[in-house]
């Protein structure tokens, strides 16, 4: 499976179904957070769905885990973006899969909400948004040409005004705010959101209730990590994916 580079995509199949059969399955595509990979208990989530007639393919990201990629460990959004692209559409062109019929299910990457993927449904439990009081911080930047005395990377004389001379608009950083897309949800979403997550707060989750059809189940009292398999509220997560995907996505 390509992606940029010609790097390799690590990717697993599951499934309970011989290859021919007469209704083509319905598929869920999934990858894990912002700094984790396949080996982090997603199998036991895909047991989950595969165990009620679903097949899945869950991947890493490219420079993580099994995937290729150098250097590694580095968290690239885009990146994370064009891996959902890449696995989706590779499902879409394999014939045991029903290309019409493609769940997406995912932490962090926000992507499946743009219409251009076509995402038949989508579950997201503990989603980045956009609020991460992490992420909230102001940054503090460094001009890159300044004026002689003042504090920046090229301060010599003449530099900020040749700088300015050869891009007069002024530039800015984009941030990475999934919140802002949230109107163009065209499909069933549903949100899993720990009412005590001091990761991804909640502040994201109502913005995209708000502005969107998602149905949002909010687990009482539980943290950013306690909806995960092992964990207290693991079970509650998984019965309302599954509940979700038995109603709008039916096998």
């Given amino acids: 499976m390509g992606i940029r580079y ?8 599951f499934s309970i179904f011989a290859l021919q059969i007469s209704n083509l399955p319905s598929l869920t595509t999934r990858a894990h957070g912002l700094s984790s990979n396949k080996s982090m208990s997603l199998a036991t989530y895909v ?9 899945c393919l869950v991947f890493d990201y490219r420079r993580w885990g099994l995937s290729d990629g150098i250097p590694r460990d580095v968290l690239r959004v885009q990146e994370q973006l064009d891996g959902y692209r890449t696995v989706i559409k590779y499902a879409r062109q394999q014939a ?11 932490e962090h990457a926000i992507y499946a909400f743009q219409p251009s993927v076509n995402a ?8 980045y948004t956009g609020t991460m009081p992490l992420f909230d911080a102001e940054p503090v930047y460094i001009p ?3 004026q002689p005395g003042r504090v920046g990377v090229m301060t010599t004389p003449g530099s900020e005004d040749g700088l300015w001379a050869i891009c007069p608009e002024q530039r800015s950083i ?20 720990p009412l005590e ?15 969107s059809r998602a149905e949002v189940f909010e687990t009482v009292k539980a943290g950013h990590f306690e909806v995960y398999p ?22």
């Fill in 6 to 13: 010609l790097d390799l995509l690590s990717c697993w199949y």
């Fill in 96 to 106: 045991e899969f029903d290309p019409h019929r493609v769940v997406v299910i995912y």
């Fill in 120 to 127: 038949f449904a989508v579950i997201a439990q503990c989603p």
């Fill in 197 to 211: 997550d001091n990761l991804c707060t909640m502040e994201g989750i109502h913005k995209i209730k708000n502005t």
């Fill in 47 to 55: 047991e989950a769905f595969v165990s009620i007639r679903y097949v």
């Fill in 230 to 251: 092992g964990q207290l509220y693991y079970d509650a997560s998984i019965v309302s994916q599954i509940t979700f995907l038995r109603r709008n996505v039916p096998v």
């Fill in 174 to 193: 984009p941030r990475y705010k999934p919140y802002s897309r949230a109107a163009d949800i065209q499909c069933p979403i549903l949100v899993v959101a």
């Fill in 144 to 146: 890159v040409g300044t």
